[in-house]
């Protein structure tokens, strides 16, 4: 038999991955079945079991499928020390993060708010679940952190401030913006990070 190249792999790999997030923003997540997502896919059921052997496998995919990105992504607002830039204040990394939400569904064609929300959901009441997406959750806040301890040294922060408390607070921030954007729909990245420009400030203003 002629071996499968990585890229034909990657490629097949993308596919299920898609067809997955497809489904659970559609159906939700507990009708999210290895057979809704075969059908869905359009592959054989031999063809998506090579690459996923369940339903766990199914809630991995959704949470590395937005999750690790932006954790890759916030890391990358801490430049090296060596390269002598500056690490951005906390607004303009909180308007990069979650434009970088927006253009990850846009380029996946789905609605990842929408879809973190329900995995959320689903991860408060079963525990599997749950175990399953908190390595994600802490990768989100350890990127968080190491951008905390970049501001610090930048001096966007005092310098007895604890990099772990800011990261706990921003790590909070990218799930609120995702809600006010499902629910109320008038919040953006631009706005988002304006406001948090005027808590930020008025918090300065206030102990000095």
């Not at 996946?108 to 997406?133: F, H, K, N, S």
């Amino acid at each position: 038999m002629p071996k499968i190249s990585e890229e034909h792999r990657a490629e097949k790999r993308q596919q299920i991955i898609a067809a997955t997030l497809r489904c659970v923003e559609r159906d939700g997540f507990h009708k999210t079945t290895m057979a809704a997502v075969v059908k869905e896919s359009g592959l054989s059921a031999g063809s998506v079991y090579t690459y996923f052997r369940g339903k766990s496998d199914i809630i991995r995919v959704i949470a590395e499928s937005g999750l690790t990105t932006i954790a890759e992504a916030i890391t990358s607002f801490t430049p090296d020390p060596s390269s002598g830039e500056d690490t951005p204040p906390p607004e303009r990394a909180i308007e990069a993060a979650t434009q970088h939400l927006l253009d990850l569904s846009a380029e996946l064609g789905v609605d990842l708010p929408r879809i973190a929300l329900q995995t959320w959901a689903e991860a408060a009441r079963d525990p599997e679940v749950r175990e399953l997406m908190a390595p994600e959750a802490r990768r989100i806040r350890a990127a968080w952190r190491t951008y905390a301890e970049g501001a610090i040294e930048a001096g966007r922060f005092p310098r007895d401030a604890d990099p772990e408390r800011i990261a706990m607070v921003l790590t909070g921030l990218l799930p609120g913006f995702i809600l006010q954007r499902l629910m109320l729909g008038d919040v953006t990245p631009k706005v988002y990070a304006a406001g948090l420009t005027d808590l930020l400030g008025y918090s300065q203003r206030a102990t000095q």
